[in-house]
Nanobody, 120 residues
């Protein structure tokens, strides 16, 4: 079993900053990629940012230049630094990871989500 536990988020001011973190634990052989997604009511879950094992990074156009994803491989943790927050960043943010739990067993895992609300 693998668990992804997110922390951070809450009520934030427009123009403000905050950091989300997500720690993976459990039966982990190797983590391939980690990512953050977000979802608002009635809409699909969209990719915000991803980082692979080699350090390759992708961002949604809507967050480029404002959000930064990073990863601590020793701690099996991914971070999302969010700057210059806008009301449209309001969403539930989900951590995602692709993990080998053995040399052969591979799966995709999700955290439970953390609410980010940007409002004055």
């Amino acid at each position: 079993q693998v668990q992804l536990v997110e922390s951070g988020g809450g009520l934030l001011q427009p123009g403000g900053s905050s950091e989300l973190s997500c720690a993976a634990s459990g039966n982990i052989f190797r983590i391939i990629g980690m990512a953050w997604y977000r979802q608002t009511p009635g809409k699909e879950r969209d990719l915000v940012a991803s980082i692979n094992a080699g350090g390759g990074i992708n961002y949604a156009d809507s967050v480029k230049g404002r959000f930064t994803i990073s990863r601590n491989n020793a701690l099996n943790t991914v971070y999302l630094q969010m700057n210059s927050l806008k009301p449209e960043d309001t969403a539930v943010y989900y951590c995602n990871a692709h993990i080998y739990t053995s040399i052969r067993d591979f799966g995709e895992y999700w955290g439970e989500g953390t609410q980010v609300t940007v409002s004055s």
